[in-house]
């Protein structure tokens, strides 16, 4: 075996698939383009899933690739492994190939066998290698027995374990219904130096021998009653892990100790002041930074739900250890150079949006730590109330799972009162909410219930407008139907059509199908698979399966559709040039209306910026460029240097869009013939979206003139009432400012002085109650921050305090009321019991917190009375 790098290990395993007319295909996104069912991309397979479901077809029937995976959320959760174990990673990468009807078992088996053990290539020795195979599949076992040559006592046979039929290790499944067929699992014996059986022994989970390949033949469709029909076309999927696949050829036994992952640690350390490279912490750190850095590269930002939420918590996770370590400011941001360097190539989209992904690391690291100050302040809060000497697991894993308050440091607040934690309670909490996770995962789709069709539908707006189609089938809440005879909502394909299909942030088209006796309203237009669907509802007439008709698009609406579109690409090729070529799309959508565009920036763009950018724009609308498309290989847009984050969508044939020296993109769109059809470009306004993401909107044609006269409108009218000429506004606005501020200052003094003479007056109503100095009264036609003014500086002079104020406004009869409680005694009574009693006697709506709280009401018939009963409360419970 040689000492390969991992670069060279993930380079050699697609070099030999190759070889083998193998179509490498690039690693698609860790969010997927085309499954809304996974949280993220979790396996090899799932940017073919269309192939293996016969919902697409490709210009290849095998391919194989090194796929970026991620499993920390859903069905896969491996996060709390993370740094406890050898092997399990929430980042790594898959690599396998696949079969598309082309090949099976037999050449499956054979590439295994000669890649892992031929000279040139990995050459492992043939006596380290086990496998496995489903009990019944008879086929697989004498390949590998007949054919390769594997004694029988390293073939083991694995049937059904988990249960029920199918229910096995070596039975693979997409779902509980859909593709599925045995597995042939490798196995790679480290040795006798390490405990563990072989696989389908009592002791196979120990660390001898390890699972390094799986190769899954697809031949069954299973139904929802449980039957297994044969899959026409064969498929055969298989997945190997790139980092267990490199520590057997790196000799090492953890796949933590391999290149890659040393290199990351050892910088972790020295970033962080750790003083031992086998600290667990550091493991997590390594493997961290790998997830949350190509999560962010492609369009993951922490949020407080779904894939944000999951980012949000790795991001934390690996925080809360490098406080482990000692590290007490930011640190986990700058492992993103170093991780960009030690994972060469396969970084290069990571490396051009280097600066955003680390902007939006270390904005998460800031806030996070201001999260530990509100954790420990909301801590202090419960112990406060603890009656006992254990604070429950409810409220330490509502700290952990809400605030992201880690639990060991809970456990070293409580220690220091001689608190104890209920881990146990924790851990259930914890189980409850996996379970939670598990059960909201979306995998198990009933992909039967989907639209099966047969025939693709052939594209041809981009040069017609009207053309004939045949209608190849109808259907209507999801089930195939032969004709259409009513106004029910229905779904028409045809075998051709102009009508484009909503893909790439464009909406679908709309129009009129006709037939000789009806006309079918187009409302929109969806891709499925390789068919367009027009979805509407027949207007009169009849329209089945087999009519020719004629397809009328929305001439109007499409037209506006693409000055919308050859605008985005312009507004872009813009953003690069003007803020910089780390800008990266994020998401777009083109209507007839607008366009959006969403972007990596980690800040609100200027006034000034945004006037360029328009202007840029329509520099170049008025040079009345040529757009032009053309079909070109993938490589060959590449080199061109193509603007495209290359995902699984794009085959090795590829629609490359220029607009004329401007810009040049990878698009499946629809376009403008020259920029000038464009006529003028607005943006109507710019926002965040979420940390390091913005948003532009803006409008062209018409509707950027309509915003244009609007504004011009708009202007004349704020002039006429300032009494200025418009060339004079923001001056005059200014001044207006000016004086606002001088106004408010004047009327803070003002304030000042009142609320001075108030609590002089205030003074002389305290009383003493068992030691607290109490003060119920009602003022007149005070402002509501002028009583909060009052209560506060009397909490602070008085020491041990309780002051009820009740204020009816002038004009307004109108009651607001504020209680302010002193910390030493709101564990007798507090400032939202009081306000909650006096609420209920004379009505309004009030909150607020154990020291202060607010309420109002707008009867204040009752206050007097109120007032009085609430004081005799205080006497009865100070």
Known sequence: ???????????????????????????????????????????????????????????????????????????????????YTTRHHTFFEMLGNFSFGEYF???????????????????????????????????????????????????????????????????????????????????????DHLCGGPPGSKEEYGDRYIEIWNLVFVQFDRQADGTMLRLPKPSVDTGMGLERIAAVLQHVHSNYDIDLFRQLITVAAEITGAPHLCSKSLRVIADHIRSCAFLVSDGVIPSKDGRGYVLRHIIRRAIRHGYILGARDTFFYRLVAPLIEVMGSAADQLKLQQNMVERVLRTEEEQFYQTLERGLSLLENALAKLTCDTLDGETAFRLYDTYGFPLYLTVDVCRERQIKVDEEGFKRAMEAQRKRARAASSFGTDYNSMLRIDQGTCFLGYQHMTYSGRVTALFSDGKP??????????????DQTPFYGQSGGQVGDSGEL???????????????????????????????????????????RRNRIQLNHSATHLLYSTLRQVLGEYVVQRGSLVNDKYLRFDFSHHQAIPLEQIRIIEEIVNQQIRRNLIIKTEI???????????????????????????????????????????TGDIGLFSISSESGIAAGIRRLEAVTGEAALTRLHEQSYLVQQISQILKTDSNKLVHKVRDLQDLAKQLEKKLQQLNSKLAVQEITVLNRKIRDINGARVVVSDV????????????????????????????????KDQVSLIVGVTSDLTHRINARDIINTLTQQIGGKGGGSLEIAHASDSDPAGLSAALYRIEQMLVETL
């Open 105 to 191: 078992k037999y050449d499956a088996i054979r590439f295994a066998w000669e890649l892992l053990t031929g000279v040139q290539w990995f050459n492992l020795p043939k006596n380290k290698l086990w496998v496995t195979v489903y009990a019944t599949d008879y086929e697989s076992y004498n390949i590998w027995y007949h054919e390769i040559g594997i004694p029988r006592e390293r073939i083991v046979r694995i049937s059904d374990n988990k249960g029920s039929t199918y229910a096995s290790d070596n039975f693979w499944q997409m779902g509980d219904i859909g593709p599925c067929g045995p597995c042939s699992e490798i196995f790679y014996d480290h040795g």
């Open 780 to 811: 007149k036609h005070l402002e509501k921050k002028i009583l909060r003014t009052i209560v506060e500086d009397m909490k602070n002079k008085l020491g041990s305090a309780v002051i009820i104020l009740a204020n009816v406004s002038e004009g």
């Open 1 to 83: 075996m040689s000492n390969n790098s991992t670069a060279e290990i993930r380079q050699k395993f697609l070099d030999f698939f190759n070889s083998k007319g193998h179509q490498i295909v690039a690693s698609s996104s860790l969010v997927s383009d085309n499954d809304q069912t996974l949280l993220f991309t979790n396996a090899g397979m799932n940017q073919f899933k269309n192939l293996f479901l016969g919902l697409d077809k490709r210009s290849y029937q095998s391919a194989t690739t090194a796929q970026r995976c991620v499993r920390a959320g859903g069905k896969h959760n491996d996060l709390e492994h993370i740094g």
């Open 481 to 494: 139907i032969n004709v259409i005879n009513n106004s029910i909502n229905a779904i028409v394909i045809l």
């Open 632 to 674: 070109m290989a993938l490589d060959a847009a590449r080199n061109k240097g193509v603007i495209s984050v290359f995902r699984d969508k794009y085959e090795s044939q590829v629609r490359v869009l220029s607009i004329g020296d401007f810009s040049t993109e990878l698009c499946c769109g629809t376009h403008a013939s020259r």
């Open 514 to 556: 006709k037939v000789a006796n009806g006309i079918f309203q187009v409302v929109d237009t969806q891709q499925y698979g390789q068919s367009l669907g027009h979805l509407g509802t027949l207007r009169y007439g009849e329209l089945k399966i087999g009519d020719q008709v004629t397809a009328h698009v929305d001439q109007t």
